[in-house]
């Protein structure tokens, strides 16, 4: 088997069959592809249509999760269950067309990498594409790969069942990718005018990843944290300078209750600050010795 399309499914039971009509009008996909779909612990009847639509199609393999575990978990899912010498990645709204991972093959057959993005410009609300922004920002201070990719992916086969081993209690797949390689490619591709729904996915969901994504495996909170105490000590110190010549030169006598509270509250605040980061740090350390699950299939019919 040459290519694994990997589609974690999340209440999505009316679109299902439009997803495997659009998959199937892709020769390589209908002939020389298995199609595996994790549903993410639907409640909207996603894995009753999913075992329907397996009947007559036996080269799909349908996995369910014990719980909702994320989309990173679901595709994490599949990848373990997965064959190909690719595996390729796509969510179900059809936001991007499966004909658009010609132009990822075609790309890493030129280049021979081990992982080739789809890049594309998402439907998404303005608060959306800022938090977006901001996130790749930031992450470009960990390198300049960082920050970048989408869930439209190519990825050699054996790189793909290597992350999907490495268990930890929490999943972001582009990062975990970025451990293992930096032959990696990025193809523009096109949105799908016809995308069966908007994307279901909440504001401050799309927040929590990312917060959760900095505190897990980057040190941006820490050096914010350092700048910060870095910042407000030059500030405190140049205060000091300011009223010792004011007290001693100019002769004028500074009451200093108000500024002396000010300081102490303010830098208070920071060392809370600095504790709830390390905490949050902690926090997942614990996590991992503890093996929390990545995911956990509760059915499945390969």
Known sequence: M????VIPVFNNQSGLQQLLDSINTIDFLREDAELIFVDDASIDGSWER????????PNIKILRLGKNFGQHGATLAGMNESIGQFVLTMDDDLEVHPSEFS????AQEKSVSSLVYGEFSSREGKMRK??????KVLS?????LKGKGSSFRLIEGELARKIAKSHHSFVFIDEFLLWYTSEVEFVKVETYDKAIIKTRYKFSGLVHTALHVMMYSTAIPLRLVTFSG????????LLGIFLLY???IDKIKIEGYISLMVAILFSTGLILIGIGVIA???RNMMKNLNKAPTYFVSEKQC
Request: aromatic fraction near 20%; charge should be positive; proline fraction near 0%.
């Open 2 to 5: 040459r290519y694994s399309l």
């Open 50 to 57: 999913l075992k329907q639509l397996k009947i007559n199609h």
């Open 103 to 106: 132009k990822l093959i075609a």
């Open 130 to 135: 800022f938090a977006k922004l901001l996130y």
């Open 140 to 144: 470009k201070s960990e390198g300049r």
């Open 230 to 237: 870095f910042l407000l000590a030059s500030a405190n110190f």
């Open 246 to 248: 004011k007290y001693f």
């Open 280 to 282: 949050q740090y902690l």
